[in-house]
């Protein structure tokens, strides 16, 4: 027995699978705040001491919280490369906008307070708003199509065809998830903002953490109901076999109403997942209420978990369904990559994120504190 053997290629792929998941929250609840911190900039500060406050404290990990991101696609390209290609293919436009945001983000942060115009701190203050709002509503917009099934097919031979285009996936429901996402973002920028600052910005970070947890609640609930009563899902009615070639057109798959539910109604704990969601959110509004800026950054970081993690416990097995040919849906058992290719991640992953995790724990411990406005004035200790 060679050493890959040690772990099945059915355990290697849902641990990968799992660990996607993992990546995927691990980057929404470190750069989360980052990004819901950028889309209240222009409201919840309003001089220009209040803003560079609220930058600052940020500032020093936002570019840290990123390597999540950089890992997780770095993880699909070598654990599902298929996901990758269809995905990458498929939600191309999307991805390009994400990463324009993305981009100039690091760019705003450099240059915002190089010159003293308020017409030019000012533009850059909108471009933080657009590289915050504009990620977190296309994430959750993808997410909302993933729900949907995607349009994509295969041929003979294997070749991916896409089939739908940018402004096909602004549809309602979609729409919806996008919302979600923004307002969960903006929930855990807000508590962010309540541990990290005081006075007039940490008040009025507070208000609008309070009402975006509502909406989080609300929308979330309106996202579930929707899904129930008015968006199929999938379910695969051949024979799965767990350890077999990576071919998605070997099984045969069908759209059935209520099937994302099916997991909930076979596996009862899954439940967990969107109770998460629910309770965090709430424990976020009453901490938020209750002036606890750390309590809210935890439960916020909970009710985002719960949310990410409720998608995939909804879809299980599915990744990424195909609405016109339900039969090429990427499944956790038939688009992985090498069992070998698996085992060889899985050895890598194992010794890289505790390193992350150990270096962004140690970031975060010498960087604590409350950002001051006196330091601010008087430019000492701070970068922006």
């Known amino acids: 027995m060679t050493l890959h053997e040690l772990l099945g290629y059915d355990t290697l792929r849902l641990i990968w ?19 819901g911190s950028g889309i209240l900039l222009p409201f919840a500060a309003r001089t220009d001491v209040e803003r560079r406050v609220v930058i600052n404290s940020v500032g020093p990990v936002w570019e840290g919280n990123q390597v999540w991101l950089i890992v997780g696609g770095g993880a699909i390209f070598a654990a599902w490369p298929q996901l990758y290609a269809v995905s990458f293919s498929g939600f191309y436009l999307a991805m390009f906008v994400i990463l324009t945001a993305l981009i100039l983000r690091p760019v705003a942060f450099k240059f915002r307070s190089k010159r003293e115009e308020p017409a030019w701190r000012a533009r850059w203050d909108w471009v933080l708003f657009f590289s915050g709002f504009v990620p977190a509503l296309i994430f959750g917009v993808a997410m909302g199509n993933v729900l949907q099934g995607v349009p994509f097919r295969f041929s003979g031979d294997m070749h991916i065809f896409y089939d739908g285009s940018f402004f096909g996936l602004l549809n309602p429901f979609a729409l919806l998830c ?5 307002a969960m ?12 600052t005081e006075g007039p910005v940490a008040a009025r ?3 609008y953490g309070m009402v975006a947890a509502v909406l989080t609640v609300a929308l979330y609930a309106l996202a579930g109901v929707m899904l129930w009563g008015y968006i199929g899902g999938y379910r695969i009615t051949s024979p799965v076999d767990a350890i077999g070639p990576s071919n998605p057109m070997l099984k045969t798959a069908e759209l059935h109403a209520g099937a994302w ?7 009862p704990w899954t439940l967990a997942a969107p109770a998460a969601g629910f309770v965090g959110a709430l424990g976020a509004l009453l901490a938020l209420a209750l002036r606890r800026g750390g309590l809210a950054l935890l439960a916020a970081a909970l009710g985002i ?9 909804s879809m299980f097995p599915f990744i990424l369904p195909s609405s016109i040919d339900p039969r090429a849906s ?3 058992w038939d688009s992985s990559s090498s069992h070998l290719t698996l085992f060889i991640m899985l050895v890598v992953t194992g010794i890289f994120i505790p390193l992350i995790v150990a270096y962004t724990t140690w970031v975060y411990h010498v960087l604590w504190g409350k950002v001051d406005e006196a330091a601010i004035r008087e430019e000492s200790g701070h970068a922006y």
């Open 305 to 313: 978990a719960g949310i990410i993690l409720s998608v995939g416990a």
């Open 17 to 35: 699978w799992a660990l996607i998941g993992v990546l995927l929250v691990g980057f929404a609840i470190t750069d989360g705040f980052d990004l």
């Open 178 to 182: 996008g919302l979600v996402s923004v």
């Open 330 to 332: 990427l499944t956790v």
């Open 185 to 196: 973002m903006v929930m855990h920028g807000a508590a962010w903002l309540v541990l990290k």
């Open 205 to 207: 970070a507070r208000q």
């Open 261 to 267: 539910f099916l997991n909930y109604a076979a596996h």
